[in-house]
């Protein structure tokens, strides 16, 4: 089983600030099987990157990852107040799995 | 544009089966891996299983000995069940799917669409 690891647990920021936030995979994973979601309170997630770097369609410019290996970040450029909610992200091994989420709050 | 609608009894108690059934509208039944994914209530995502329109299934192995994927192509919906259920199992389910082409695989793999999930309780 890969297990993602996703740091920090929470990020408090305000905003127009930029937010980095980290996922990190027990083993090498393939940049076509990383995906990021979004979600908020009371709603199911939402895609917003897929193959590591890839925007889903209608997400803003704002939203990027990059990564490789075991390494993946994905970057909000300049937040808005929308995008304070809890981000996932999951790979495709042997099986599939998430990451723990990282809660990004309003400071 | 595709999309999910799920549905299934809310509340169970110990030892009951959970059943959930999730249609598809709008797309290609058959161009999706359809996946189940659950989530305890303030904890994270958790996938339990998928298959396709043939029936093919690949489960989560901490879930497999009592988790059962089913399809049925002339309605476009899948169905879960799980067996002896706990208090463990209280969550929200969700259905999704993810493209299943070659094509789609290498440009990556990944949830979309996603059902508007629904609350199962176990409580006796």
């Known amino acids: 089983e890969i297990v993602l690891t996703q740091s920090p647990g929470t990020l408090s920021l305000s905003p127009g600030e930029r937010a980095t936030l980290s996922c990190r995979a027990s083993?090498?994973?393939?940049?076509?099987?990383l995906a990021w979601y979004q979600q908020k309170p009371g709603q199911a997630p939402r895609l917003l990157i897929y193959g590591a770097s890839s925007r889903a369609t209608g997400i803003p410019d704002r939203f990027s990852g990059s990564g490789s290996g075991t390494d993946f970040t994905l970057t909000i450029s300049r937040l808005e107040p929308e995008d304070f909610a809890v981000y996932y992200c999951q790979q495709y091994g042997s099986f599939i799995t998430f990451g723990q989420g990282t809660r990004l709050e309003i400071k | 544009q595709v999309q999910l609608q799920q549905w299934g009894a809310g509340l169970l108690k110990p030892s009951e089966t959970l059943s959930l059934t999730c249609a598809v509208y709008g797309g290609s039944f058959s161009g999706y891996y359809w996946s189940w994914i659950r989530q305890p209530p303030g904890k994270g995502l958790e996938w339990i299983g998928e298959?396709?329109?043939?029936?093919?299934?690949n489960y989560n192995p901490s879930l497999k000995s009592r988790v059962t994927i089913s399809v049925d192509t002339s309605k476009n919906q899948f169905s879960l069940k799980v067996s002896s259920v706990t208090a463990a199992d209280t969550a929200v389910y969700y259905c999704?799917?993810?493209?299943?082409?070659?094509?789609?695989?290498?440009?990556?793999?990944?949830?979309?669409?996603w059902g508007q999930g629904t609350l199962v309780t176990v409580s006796s």
């Open positions: 999704a799917g993810r493209l299943s082409s070659i094509a789609a695989r290498q440009l990556g793999i990944r949830f979309d669409p």
């Open positions: 298959i396709n329109h043939s029936g093919s299934t």
């Open positions: 083993q090498s994973v393939s940049s076509s099987y």
